[in-house]
């Protein structure tokens, strides 16, 4: 069983940057593919990035491509989600997902979550 406990949201203004940790509990994190996802009110949860067991490799929504970078320190049991030019649009529900999968992933693909972290966006 693998924990995660997200940290760094917030409350930002239209073009503003966050960042956001995940820090999981087990030493096996090196060996899956991390990945953050967003729910908005109303909306599906949905793919924002992932990244590689060994960082190799990372994946993007379109929506947030050249604008959001994900990133690992395995030896930190941690991930992240740099978010710049950050868009009322962004506003959701942040949660950290592992899997064994790699690429642009589905909810149903991710096998632990996070409880999720806020961004709220003003314009």
């Known amino acids: 069983q693998v924990q995660l406990v997200e940290s760094g949201g917030g409350l930002v203004q239209a073009g503003g940057s966050l960042r956001l940790s995940c820090a999981a509990s087990?030493?096996?994190?090196?060996?899956?593919?991390m990945a953050w996802f967003r729910q908005a009110p109303g909306k599906e949860r949905e793919f924002v990035a992932a990244i590689s067991w060994g960082a190799f490799r990372t994946y993007y929504s379109e929506s947030v491509k050249g604008r959001f970078t994900i990133s690992r320190d395995n030896a930190k049991n941690t991930v992240y989600l740099q978010g710049n030019s950050l868009k009322p649009e962004d506003t959701a529900v942040y949660y950290c997902a592992a899997a064994q999968k790699s690429g642009i992933l589905t909810a149903s693909q991710a096998t632990y979550w996070g409880q999720g972290t806020q961004i709220t966006v003003s314009s």
């Open positions: 087990e030493r096996t994190f090196s060996s899956y593919t």
